[in-house]
């Protein structure tokens, strides 16, 4: 099994790319996770937020490959206890499906995009930077893979 992050954004900050490709590494014996970035979509003065979310909607789209099982990050979305989530992934093993993170732009997925979503996934009611998601996110899997392999990481 193998995981994508798909994230609309680009350029993290270097603290966050370091991060991030330190869980990445950490967890490719486990599940090896991939890193798509999506171009957002253009903002600002004069632009229409819904033509943006609907333009990175299809890029995000067009990113999933098929028969993948999809999990949107949205604040909407089932919270789960890192226990929770380690438990989620010992299903999703046993599904024996490739599985696509999902992660917005500024005013969140399109519809289309949580249409497609098998699942919606919530980090909690805090408000995340969404490159900061990122770090989290493949954290967490991390810790989730590492509490399945029996591995001293998590210590709750």
Wanted: charged share 25%; glycine share 10%.
């Amino acid at each position: 099994m193998k995981a994508r992050l798909v994230a609309v954004g680009e350029r993290p900050p270097a603290w966050v790319s370091d991060g991030f490709a330190e869980y990445r590494k950490r967890l490719s014996h486990w599940l090896p996770l991939e890193l798509v970035e999506i171009e957002p979509g253009p903002r600002g003065k004069g632009r229409d937020p819904a033509r943006a979310v609907q333009e990175e909607g299809a890029r995000v789209l067009a990113a999933l490959p098929r028969g993948t099982h999809v999990v949107a990050l949205d604040v909407q979305g089932r919270m789960h206890s890192s226990e929770g989530l380690a438990r989620r992934l010992e299903h999703w093993r046993g599904q024996g499906r490739d599985l696509a993170f999902l992660v917005g732009g500024p005013e969140g997925h399109a519809q289309e995009v949580l249409a497609r979503a098998d699942e919606r996934w919530s980090l909690g009611p805090l408000t995340l930077p969404h490159m900061l998601v990122r770090l989290v996110l493949a954290e967490q899997l991390y810790r989730a893979a590492a509490m399945l392999a029996n591995h001293p990481y998590h210590r709750a």
